[in-house]
């Protein structure tokens, strides 16, 4: 009888043993148990802000239902809930949809059509559950594609860099940020696992996440050469040996500007310009134009601590330089491909004439995470950095949640 029930209660100590293995995993030490213990405290400085701070003016008004909800729907959320529940619409002002990219506010529709979350509530919810996973998948591709070239330590500070980072907010905010971010890792790493046809398909759907999505396209097909060097590397003596190296997969990298056609072909079909959507972000004032011209129109007024939607704020330059130097850092620092696309990403953004978003454009080049990590080797910059990063993304948290303008 008491091998019996000795029986029994090992069978029924195996799950809680197994459970107890899997939160010990690698995985949930270095990635899930930040990103909760930092979405949480995140919430709870938002729903803090909304009770104790004076709240400026939004473009969402809100929706109803549980503020911890609500608090993370500022501004450009009202955009993608207004596409997710209506589609797109061109007015010639501000108040036009087509300068945002279809990928969230399609999943939010699909999401919230497969759920029955048809209401402005409920398809925020599902924004809010996108935004969320695509973070938590891309910073398991980040510290996979990490450990590609340094150990799991660097790997390990990377995830909680990004996760403490000043503008983390709008990696979980009903923004596209996460999606992008996301996308853009997991193709390099597909890509780096010679895993072509995958990290096309990642990269397409990046174009149609953000606007500059499609020119990932440019640092994966460098990425490509590279892991086709030594074929290259014959070529000079046999040129018939050039076209042995590229072989159908590089067909792969046609799906980035495939992501890209498909919206502007929508575009053309609804609204007869296939290049409204860009010409959309006029109406903010972003025109295509050098970076050094967007600096000069930066310092054309004089420059103060920001108070609302102001064009020339300190914080926007601040994250601008610091953006500049950490992307100079990774061409010593990174592989090659990684700091072509982060350079790539930085002067796209600089090249809108505008300051006003850096602060947030900047989360989704994740080459900068890879940087700081490395520094983090050293525990006095590990330390610091923590130290000013957190409160930071306190405040800048305390300040979105509660309706002011953040970036």
């Known amino acids: 009888m008491e091998t019996s029930q000795r029986g029994v209660s090992v069978a029924r100590a195996r799950p809680a043993l197994r459970a107890g293995r899997v939160l010990r995993t690698p995985v949930v030490l270095d990635v899930v148990v930040p990103f909760i213990a930092s979405r949480v405290a995140l919430t709870i400085v938002g729903l803090l802000a909304l009770q104790l701070l004076f709240p400026w003016g939004t473009l969402v008004a809100r929706p109803g239902g549980p503020d911890w909800i609500s608090t993370w729907a500022r501004w450009d959320s009202g955009y993608y809930l207004a596409i997710a529940r209506e589609s797109y619409r061109y007015t010639g002002d501000i108040g036009s949809t087509v300068g945002f990219w279809p990928l969230l506010p399609g999943l939010m529709r699909a999401g919230g059509w497969i759920l029955g979350w048809t209401d402005n509530h409920g398809l925020l919810r599902v924004g809010l559950i996108v935004s969320n996973a695509a973070l938590l998948v891309g910073l398991v591709y980040l510290r996979a ?60 759907l990046a174009a149609l996440a953000r606007p500059h999505g499609v020119l990932l396209a440019a640092p994966l097909a460098v990425e490509y050469l590279l892991q086709r060097r030594s074929e290259l590397a014959g070529a000079r003596a046999d040129p018939r040996v050039l076209l042995r190296a590229f072989r159908p997969d590089v067909l792969a990298l046609l799906l980035i500007p495939a992501g890209l056609a498909v919206y502007l072909g929508y575009l053309w079909l609804e609204f007869g310009d296939p290049l409204i959507g860009f010409k959309a972000h006029h109406f903010w004032g972003q025109r295509l134009t050098p970076p050094w011209t967007t600096f000069e129109r930066f310092f ?14 300190l914080i926007d330059l601040c994250f601008a330089l610091v953006y500049i130097v950490l992307v100079i850092a990774s061409w010593r620092v990174v592989r090659p491909t990684y700091a072509m696309f982060a350079t790539i990403g930085l002067v796209t953004a600089l090249s809108s004439g505008l300051l006003t978003s850096i602060p947030r454009y900047g989360v989704t080049l994740f080459p900068i995470f890879i940087v700081l990590a490395v520094a983090g080797r050293r525990r006095w910059f590990d330390r610091a950095f923590l130290l000013a990063a957190a409160p930071l993304a306190g405040f800048f948290m305390a300040l979105f949640s509660s309706r002011h303008w953040v970036a």
């Open 145 to 204: 594609l990490v450990r590609l070239d340094f150990g799991r330590a660097t790997a390990a500070r990377a995830v909680l860099y990004a996760l403490a980072f000043p503008m983390t907010l709008f990696l979980s905010a009903v923004y596209a940020e996460s999606l992008f971010l996301a996308l853009s890792v997991a193709a390099f790493y597909h890509a780096r696992r010679n895993q072509w046809w995958v990290a096309g398909a990642l990269g397409g």
């Open 300 to 313: 054309s007024a004089p420059v103060g601590v920001r108070e609302g939607f102001q064009r020339h704020s």
